[in-house]
């Protein structure tokens, strides 16, 4: 709880401030508020400032630059229905909504605020959601309205002019299976007052580790059967030829051979050899099986985990039309995962060489054979063969919004400094025991306790990454000049960055030292020229339509100048319908961590080997790859959206579709699976033994020469109020007029400025989502979402001159040809429930011969959020007071306890694809409870008297016995 004292100290010294009187605005940006809307105040604190309708030149406050409507409209009750406690977590809600098949980088939407540009996403990622007025989810075209690629999706975020909370919250969440637990705890203050704004969040995490031998996991040996009472083998079979070893090896021993009856290449050592020289009869009891009891111990499958963080931001106005910002936070993470026992074995003097095993002579005291024979054990030293991962990132931004006549700019900025340090356990050096037993020392019992003195634990791997990232980006928005059908919308910014990476790492006693570093300046501008204006009577039997123009130069220190043109047409024949139309071709260069990351080496991964079919224990080399070279990509996309029903009705459905084309010259990817055609393509990125083993895969990022991808992604959002109304009590008028909490989008002052000047993006209307359908007090809410995405192409050619690998037939690289996203929320008097589920189409891998196929089956997976409202409960706030403001929840990951099937044309499972490998956590249940603690009395606009703090009704007194 000291975390939750510490922000509500900061938050008491904030409230003792005096409240700074809002900017004055235009008249017509004043707030027309109806009776009704002030009847319904004493229900909820900030009702009014969410009921208030504020429209300016038609338009609501917040709203974006430009004429293109969002995609997808939330109110106030709608975000309820999610049952979020954070904007981070609606985020992650509302994925399927906000994918995009046009991203470069991780997908993650453009976030703006009231329709501005913010310092960074730390900003606003722990904003409750109920200081949200209007959600927005617009299409990527919006994206270059406010200097940005037009491959992000955009959201914005409307606040309500005036929020005061903390919020607090901590939750334990555990798996069905058991045998892991994360806890978390997590303290917010936020504060609104007009364009003032305050946030203060801390929250920390820690998850316990989870280890293979806590779920069903089998191994078998893929090259030495280790054990920890060990196993003995006969030595390896030589090519006659060359000499070298081979994948056979000689019986152990003619005398256990003719015990047996038949020949004996593997035994597991008796205990009886733990306190002296065992019989060949001990050795003859379980011949032939290799023990491997020990093959899963000390092996996580999920690391053990803390993470840590301070987020702070500030947003005051300057002067009457603008604003600033500044915000900073620091994140530290440290992660340690088990990576098994170590084997006894030696270190040769040439890494590249193999390990030096141990030979027990057949004159040793200590063995029962006639000839020499190898042992293969683990030592108990779990802490030899461990990776700890500690990093700290730390963040300054600040970001300024305003106008200067009819021309809105902003200026944003930041640096981050982040550091991680990862050490690598090796093992141990057994060099001392493996003398002593080749000398037939009889102080020293091969099969016995191991003297210490006799191991060293080697110097570990040490990977170590420092980067610094600086950037500047300035963006004016406005129009150029008027035309018929209405203002030319431009967008111009210039932007500036720096970025340093320094590596060192060490891997087997090799030291390697990377820096890299890029400097970069960047020119963007959009042009948007309208068309036809139905409104405006510019030939209105086209309904409305734009063309817009854009493109971008980007100079590179290290990768030289890189350039993106696009162009596309916004066109809504009639209301409800829009089209859109959209080609991008741009240059893009990897990033400094894809080229300069440090080498880090993991031993004893499962990986599947597709040439083989065998699934073995090999060493995987991760890190930047410094041969990278910058890709091309061209992406079309054309668009549909329509809302079939009227604006009067109480159901609100929208209905998309989108279809892209891309295509990408040198694309850059991670290292897919070990297929033929993989190692072909990059047969220096394989190696094996002599006897064809998988012995290491370096997979750090490569090129390849071309990819291309088709897709289809259609789907609905609906939305629709049910139940009574509460009588007496008027609701949200929703028909079809503006959405609540309007005003200011083109007003003047700090909430806008003049109007006019639309950005540089696209135009048009149609399709636009408003506030429709919502509940009147006493009614739920009901939600439904429904996408469908379909790959009609994905192709890659690897080298040029290999044939075209086809990832929908099986190629290197395949996925699911289908996938469908539902969602589905329910939200009443405080109650509600949120459904997500997804499925995914099966698919095939090709292996080296078809009998190496791997299918992998489709799979349903479903997640479950309850939560409920305590304060719609008058009973218990009468009772516990203290419940006020307080929710509970119970999430349920993996509902089902679903994982995929994955097996070859026999119908076996390999290994690596084992079910509880694949997905170890499986399903959690996650409890948490929030406290949010707002005002004493609801805040009211300037000019209205607030009313009485809602209180719950008395209980009623028990009539008095007549007399």
């Known amino acids: 709880m000291t975390l939750s004292f510490l922000i509500l100290g900061m938050a008491a010294a904030l409230d003792g401030a005096p409240e700074v009187a809002p900017a004055q605005q235009d008249p017509a940006a004043q707030v027309q508020r109806t009776p009704q809307q002030a009847a319904r105040a004493d229900a909820d604190p900030y009702a009014a400032e969410v009921e208030a309708v504020e429209v300016v030149a038609g338009k609501p406050r917040g709203s974006v630059e430009g004429d293109i409507k969002p995609d997808l409209t939330l109110n106030p009750a709608q975000i309820r229905a999610y049952g979020a406690g954070s904007i981070s977590e609606l985020l992650a809600f509302l994925e399927p909504q906000l994918r995009t098949s046009q991203s470069r980088g991780d997908g993650q939407p ?130 006659p030829v060359t000499g070298e070893p081979t994948r056979g090896v000689a019986p152990i021993d003619p005398n256990l051979t003719a015990l047996v009856g038949a020949p004996v290449t593997v035994a597991p050592v008796p205990t009886s050899a733990l306190g002296g020289r065992p019989s060949l009869a001990d050795f003859a009891t379980g011949a032939g099986t290799a023990a491997t009891d020990d093959l899963t111990a000390w092996r996580s499958l999920a690391p053990r985990s803390t993470t840590a963080s301070l987020t702070g931001a500030v947003t005051r106005p300057l002067g009457k039309s603008s604003m600033a910002t500044i915000s900073g936070g620091f994140d530290d993470s440290s992660t340690l995962s088990y990576l098994g026992l170590p084997g006894v074995r030696g270190l040769p003097s ?180 309208p068309i036809a204006d139905r409104d405006r009577g510019v030939l209105p039997m086209l309904g409305d339509l734009s063309v817009n123009f854009n493109g971008q130069y980007e100079q590179l220190s290290d990768f030289g100048g890189l350039t993106t043109l696009g162009g596309g047409a916004n066109w809504s024949p009639i209301s409800p319908l829009s089209f859109l139309v959209s080609y991008t071709t741009e240059d893009g260069a990897p990033s400094p961590s894809q080229l300069n990351d440090p080498i880090l080496s993991t031993p004893n991964v499962s990986i599947y080997d597709f040439v083989t079919g065998r699934t073995v224990l090999a060493t995987r080399i991760e890190g930047g790859n410094p041969d990278l070279v910058s890709d091309s990509r061209q ?185 469908v996203q539902l969602q589905v929320g329910v939200f009443k008097s405080g109650m509600g429930a949120f459904l997500n589920g997804s499925w995914r189409s099966g698919y095939r891998l090709n292996g080296a011969t078809a009998q190496q196929d791997l299918l992998f089956g489709d799979q349903s997976t479903f997640s479950l959020n309850l939560f409920a409202d305590l304060s719609s409960r008058p009973d218990l706030l ?53 406290k949010l603690i707002g005002p004493s009395r609801p805040v009211q606009p300037p000019g209205q008297r607030p009313p009485p703090a809602p209180t719950p009704p008395p209980a009623q007194q028990p009539a008095p016995p007549p007399r």
């Open 110 to 239: 453009v976030m703006l605020v009231n329709g501005r540009r913010i310092s960074g996403f730390q900003e606003i990622r722990d904003i409750p959601p109920e200081a949200i007025e209007r959600f927005e989810i617009l299409p990527e075209e919006v994206s270059l309205t406010y200097g940005y690629r037009a491959d992000q999706r955009v959201v914005n975020i409307v606040l309500r002019r005036r929020f005061r909370a903390l919020t607090t919250e901590a939750g334990v969440k555990v798996p069905t299976a058991g045998d892991r637990t994360s806890t978390d705890l997590q303290s917010t203050f936020f504060r609104v007052q007009g364009d003032n704004r305050w946030l203060f969040n801390g929250k920390v995490s820690h998850d316990t580790a989870l280890f293979e031998d806590d779920r069903n996991i089998v191994r078998t040996p893929s090259g030495q059967p280790y054990d920890l009472t060990g196993n003995v083998t006969g030595m390896p079979l030589l090519d």
């Open 350 to 529: 040439d890494p590249n060489d193999p390990d030096i095993h141990v030979v027990v002579p057949a004159g040793s005291p200590f063995s029962p054979f006639s000839q020499n024979v190898e042992l293969y054990r683990y030592a108990d030293d779990y802490v030899s063969m461990t990776r700890k991962v500690d990093t700290q990132k730390a963040t300054v931004s600040a970001a300024a919004n305003g106008r200067i006549k009819d021309w809105r700019w902003s200026a944003t900025g930041g640096y981050v400094y982040s550091t991680s340090d990862t050490t690598t356990g090796r093992g141990l050096d057994a060099a001392a025991f493996i003398a002593a037993v080749a000398a037939g020392d009889p102080a020293v019992n091969p099969f016995g306790n191991i003297p210490s003195n006799l191991l060293a634990r080697v110097s570990p791997d040490t990977a170590k990454s420092t980067s610094n990232v600086a950037n500047a980006e300035v963006v004016f928005v406005g129009n150029l000049l008027q035309a018929p059908a209405g203002g030319v919308s431009t967008t111009f910014k210039v932007g500036a960055d720096t970025q340093t990476q320094d590596s060192h790492s060490t891997r087997q006693g090799v030291v390697v030292d990377r820096d890299i570093s890029r400097t970069s300046g960047n020119l963007q501008a959009s042009l948007n020229v």
């Open 635 to 819: 992406v079309v996309k054309l668009s549909v959206n329509i809302r079939p029903l009227p604006k009067d009705a109480k159901t609100n459905l929208q209905i998309s579709a989108n279809y892209t084309a891309t295509r990408i010259d040198d694309s850059i990817n991670s290292f897919p699976a070990v297929t033929a055609d993989i190692e072909r393509a990059f047969p220096d990125r394989i190696v094996r033994d002599a006897s064809g083993r998988l012995i290491s895969v370096d997979s750090r990022p490569v090129n390849y020469a071309k990819s291309q991808q088709e897709q289809i992604r259609w789907g609905f959002n609906l939305s629709r109020p049910f139940g009574k109304p509460r009588a007496g009590v008027p609701g949200f008028q929703f028909g079809g007029g503006p959405p609540p909490g309007g005003g200011g989008g083109g007003g003047r002052g700090p909430e806008g400025g003049p109007g006019g000047g639309g950005g540089g993006g696209f135009r048009g209307g149609g399709g636009g989502g408003g506030f429709r359908g919502g509940p009147r007090p006493g009614q739920g809410q009901l939600q439904v979402s429904l996408y469908h995405t379909w790959k009609l192409k994905d192709e890659v050619t690897i080298r040029d001159g290999l044939p075209v690998i086809d990832r929908l037939d099986g190629g290197s690289g395949a996925g699911p040809e289908h996938e």
């Open 878 to 930: 009468r009772a516990h007071p203290w419940l006020r403001g307080s929710r509970v929840q119970l999430q349920a990951q993996n509902l089902f306890d679903t994982r995929q099937d994955v097996h070859d044309r026999l119908g076996v499972t390999p290994q690596a694809y084992q079910p509880d490998y694949r997905d170890p956590i499986g399903r959690t249940v996650r409890i948490s409870f929030r």
